[in-house]
Antibody
Framework: QLQLQESGPGLVKPSETLSLTCTVS??????????WGWIRQPPGKGLEWIGS???????YYNPSLKSRVTMSLDTSKNQFSLKLNSVTAADTAVYYC???????????????WGQGTLVTVSS | SSELTQDPAVSVALGQTVSITCQGD??????ASWYQQRPGQAPILVIY???NRPSGISDRFSGSSSGNTASLTITGAQAEDEADYYC???????????FGGGTKLTVL
């Protein structure tokens, strides 16, 4: 059974960089079949796709966040990470990592999710 | 505002059938996937592709699509189906992905 677990600071100061890591167990992030994605949810609000990265390096970011986001993969640790710089209070949210399947026949879906981690931006 | 539009709230009587809709131009070209989120929990995939359910998802959940609208139908709604439901698909450019604003389902 695939499992994903987010980790990182729960409190980040305004203007600093938010850094999160997702550790994957029960499967390899090097698999050619999958993207690995990040989704966030501000308190009391809906889901927002942040970005998805393919094992080979192709990366897609939400246009509204693209200038501040970087996603990377560490295949040696079976982890992928998110960096969001110049954060403000508006970036306060629960951040989820997820496996992202993108196919022509079956469309796209996020089939496995981490439990989520709350990141608060405050001084 | 999201490129995928959902009604904010829908209600259904226990045991009855309810459909939750998602509208967007991209849905003319791409399938939607659907997620259930109970309070305090991570979302769970319930429908993907034309009408596919992951292992462990009740067959009370089904999906369909027509034109620019995708629908999630729950047949014989149960109390445990009370949750927020989100659709997801590509955006109108086809180069990125987007979630709908979510629908809060209340089972009466």
């Amino acid at each position: 059974q695939l499992q994903l677990q987010e980790s990182g600071p729960g409190l980040v100061k305004p203007s600093e960089t938010l850094s999160l890591t997702c550790t994957v167990s029960g499967g390899s992030i090097s698999s050619s079949s999958y993207y690995w994605g990040w989704i966030r949810q501000p308190p009391g609000k809906g889901l927002e796709w942040i970005g998805s990265r393919y094992y080979s390096g192709s990366t897609y970011y939400n246009p509204s966040l693209k200038s501040r986001v970087t996603m990377s993969l560490d295949t040696s640790k079976n982890q992928f990470s998110l960096k969001l710089n110049s954060v403000t209070a508006a970036d306060t949210a629960v951040y989820y990592c997820a496996r992202h399947i993108v196919t022509t026949i079956l469309g796209n879906s996020f089939d496995y999710w981490g439990q989520g981690t709350l990141v608060t931006v405050s001084s | 505002s999201s490129e995928l539009t959902q009604d904010p709230a829908v209600s259904v009587a226990l045991g009855q059938t309810v459909s939750i809709t998602c509208q967007g131009d991209s849905l003319r070209s791409y399938y939607a996937s659907w997620y259930q989120q109970r309070p305090g929990q991570a979302p769970i995939l319930v429908i993907y592709g034309k009408n596919n359910r992951p292992s462990g998802i009740s067959d009370r959940f089904s999906g369909s699509s027509s034109g620019n609208t995708a629908s999630l139908t729950i047949t014989g709604a149960q109390a445990e189906d009370e949750a927020d439901y989100y659709c997801n698909s590509r955006d109108s450019s086809g180069s990125h992905w987007v979630f709908g604003g979510g629908t809060k389902l209340t089972v009466l």
